[in-house]
């Protein structure tokens, strides 16, 4: 589309670029709005306003006729997409286990990433076929669904698990004691599963109730809505000096820059000799075989990373440790880094298009489904109570990046060539993975460092 957006609009593809980058820098900015108001006054409501500005930033783009108008519509798009990538794993925090939280998150993030890849496909062909406006219009015909959706679908997710229900009483059977002799004659679970299903035997509440007439409220009511905005305002802030928020702030924003690296290269390489594609089929080859390894990877990262941890679990006599994860991140740092060297020398040296794709693109993924959600879910074992904001510190990080990366790729890669701007992405993200092997060892003893912190207590 961005040749269609220079066209229209008589400038430059740096210029056009702006769009996504401004987009990517609001968006994470935005999260210190839309998270204390999450955590405030509940997710559904932050869901619904959310999806009512992006329904309005659709319908702006589709009308826009001047470059600063489309611009004003950017900015707007990224203040209502900021909860799609702060909620999402606040709500997974809410209503997942910790042995299921890493399969959950990878189908979050497959989900995310496959929806940011799988848009310029339909973009290049109907910028192609009927205009570029009118992908702006599915998109506000897909939003208002999804409107709907969440007003009918969607109950709220926040409540404290410190008040007990009205009248639940205690059965004489699961008192400590019976339960502890239970614990220790009960065999373990030995068909290689995570002991889900296990557990749920044992527990009668697993598994059964519905949302009740409060949670499909417009909002829910806080008590201590002004403190809880403040706080959660400053907490991202403060979580920056917790080593394990840094490292997975660091490995997420880089792992996903290897997408956006490709999304705001592939026009530049393939518009041009010797390759001379149309929109369409620029966004056809990169894309469908992207989206079609990333799509797969559901089964990998996350329950991957969820096996590799309950083994370790088993070897350390039932005690499971956040970091047990982090070696699951080995392979993909090797594929990460495979993906940069193809593509790197498939650009610079115009290499069959389909050596590129298949071998350097699709590798991007395969790892941006699985590193982020490794790290980001080994943050949030250390700091369940404020998921949300971890997510926004993340988030702000990894947007920050994303927008340096779109206000200077394209004039780097004019004048150096590719080679050098994806060496570097390249470096960094495998600088900011070994990281895990520190973390790995001495991950406790960060933890220990921060177990005083009033974080554990909200």
Same mark, same amino acid.
């Given at each position: 589309?961005?040749?269609?957006?220079?066209?229209?609009?008589?400038?430059?593809?740096?210029?056009?670029?702006?769009?996504?980058?401004?987009?990517?820098?609001?968006?994470?900015?935005?999260?210190?709005?839309?998270?204390?108001?999450?955590?405030?006054?509940?997710?559904?409501?932050?869901?619904?306003?959310?999806?009512?500005?992006?329904?309005?930033?659709?319908?702006?783009?589709?009308?826009?006729?001047?470059?600063?108008?489309?611009?004003?519509?950017?900015?707007?798009?990224?203040?209502?997409?900021?909860?799609?990538?702060?909620?999402?794993?606040?709500?997974?925090?809410?209503?997942?286990?910790?042995?299921?939280?890493?399969?959950?998150?990878?189908? *979050?993030? $497959?989900?995310?990433?496959?929806? /940011?890849?799988?848009? %310029? =496909?339909?973009?290049? #062909?109907?910028?192609?076929?009927?205009?570029?406006?009118?992908?702006?219009?599915?998109?506000?015909?897909?939003?208002?669904?999804?409107?709907?959706?969440?007003?009918?679908?969607?109950?709220?997710?926040?409540?404290?698990?410190?008040?007990?229900?009205?009248?639940?009483?205690?059965?004489?059977?699961?008192?400590?004691?019976?339960?502890?002799?239970?614990?220790?004659?009960?065999?373990?679970?030995?068909?290689?599963?995570?002991?889900?299903?296990?557990?749920?035997?044992?527990?009668?509440?697993?598994?059964?109730?519905?949302?009740?007439?409060?949670?499909?409220?417009?909002?829910?009511?806080?008590?201590?809505?002004?403190?809880?905005?403040? *706080?959660? $305002?400053?907490?991202?802030?403060? /979580?920056?000096?917790? %080593? =394990?928020?840094?490292? #997975?702030?660091?490995?997420?924003?880089?792992?996903?820059?290897?997408?956006?690296?490709?999304?705001?290269?592939?026009?530049?390489?393939?518009?041009?000799?010797?390759?001379?594609?149309?929109?369409?089929?620029?966004?056809?080859?990169?894309?469908?075989?992207?989206?079609?390894?990333?799509?797969?990877?559901?089964?990998?990262?996350?329950?991957?990373?969820?096996?590799?941890?309950?083994?370790?679990?088993?070897?350390?006599?039932?005690?499971?440790?956040?970091?047990?994860?982090?070696?699951?991140?080995?392979?993909?740092?090797?594929?990460?880094?495979?993906?940069?060297?193809?593509?790197?020398?498939?650009?610079?040296?115009?290499?069959?298009?389909?050596?590129?794709?298949?071998?350097?693109?699709?590798?991007?993924?395969?790892?941006?489904?699985?590193?982020?959600?490794?790290?980001?879910?080994?943050?949030?074992?250390?700091?369940?109570?404020?998921?949300?904001?971890?997510?926004?510190?993340?988030?702000?990080?990894?947007?920050?990046?994303?927008?340096?990366?779109?206000?200077?790729?394209?004039?780097?890669?004019?004048?150096?060539?590719?080679?050098?701007?994806?060496?570097?992405?390249?470096?960094?993200?495998?600088?900011?993975?070994?990281?895990?092997?520190?973390?790995?060892?001495?991950?406790?003893?960060?933890?220990?460092?921060?177990?005083?912190?009033?974080?554990?207590?909200?």
């Amino acid at each position: 589309m961005f040749g269609y957006l220079m066209e229209d609009y008589n400038t430059s593809l740096t210029n056009v670029i702006q769009f996504t980058g401004v987009t990517i820098l609001v968006l994470g900015f935005s999260n210190f709005f839309w998270v204390p108001v999450s955590t405030a006054f509940g997710r559904r409501p932050v869901l619904i306003l959310s999806q009512i500005v992006c329904l309005a930033s659709h319908i702006w783009r589709a009308k826009a006729t001047t470059y600063n108008q489309f611009m004003g519509a950017a900015i707007v798009s990224g203040i209502g997409a900021g909860p799609g990538e702060t909620i999402q794993p606040s709500v997974i925090a809410d209503i997942f286990f910790l042995h299921d939280r890493g399969k959950w998150n990878t189908m *979050y993030w $497959v989900l995310y990433t496959g929806a /940011l890849i799988v848009a %310029p =496909i339909i973009a290049g #062909a109907m910028a192609d076929h009927t205009g570029w406006p009118s992908f702006w219009w599915l998109n506000a015909a897909m939003t208002a669904a999804s409107l709907i959706t969440i007003i009918l679908g969607f109950p709220e997710t926040m409540f404290s698990r410190d008040e007990s229900t009205e009248g639940q009483s205690i059965p004489p059977q699961t008192s400590p004691k019976i339960l502890e002799i239970e614990h220790k004659e009960e065999p373990k679970p030995n068909d290689g599963s995570n002991g889900s299903e296990f557990n749920a035997d044992r527990d009668p509440c697993l598994g059964k109730g519905k949302p009740s007439r409060q949670q499909w409220k417009l909002f829910q009511p806080n008590a201590c809505t002004f403190r809880s905005v403040l *706080y959660d $305002v400053w907490i991202p802030w403060k /979580l920056f000096t917790f %080593p =394990i928020v840094l490292f #997975a702030s660091f490995v997420v924003s880089w792992s996903c820059s290897f997408i956006l690296i490709l999304n705001l290269t592939q026009t530049q390489v393939f518009s041009a000799p010797p390759y001379n594609m149309s929109s369409q089929n620029i966004g056809w080859l990169y894309e469908f075989l992207t989206f079609c390894w990333s799509f797969d990877r559901p089964r990998d990262g996350g329950p991957f990373s969820d096996w590799v941890s309950s083994r370790a679990t088993a070897r350390n006599n039932g005690i499971r440790e956040p970091e047990m994860r982090l070696p699951a991140m080995i392979p993909y740092v090797l594929i990460m880094a495979f993906g940069h060297i193809i593509t790197a020398i498939g650009y610079q040296y115009h290499w069959p298009w389909e050596v590129i794709v298949v071998l350097g693109y699709s590798t991007a993924g395969i790892q941006v489904a699985a590193l982020p959600s490794i790290s980001s879910t080994y943050a949030v074992d250390s700091y369940k109570p404020v998921a949300g904001s971890l997510f926004v510190a993340i988030t702000v990080n990894k947007n920050l990046w994303g927008y340096g990366m779109g206000k200077f790729i394209t004039p780097w890669t004019e004048a150096n060539g590719f080679i050098n701007a994806f060496m570097v992405n390249m470096a960094l993200t495998v600088a900011w993975c070994l990281f895990g092997v520190m973390f790995y060892f001495y991950g406790k003893t960060f933890r220990r460092w921060t177990k005083d912190s009033s974080v554990h207590k909200m």
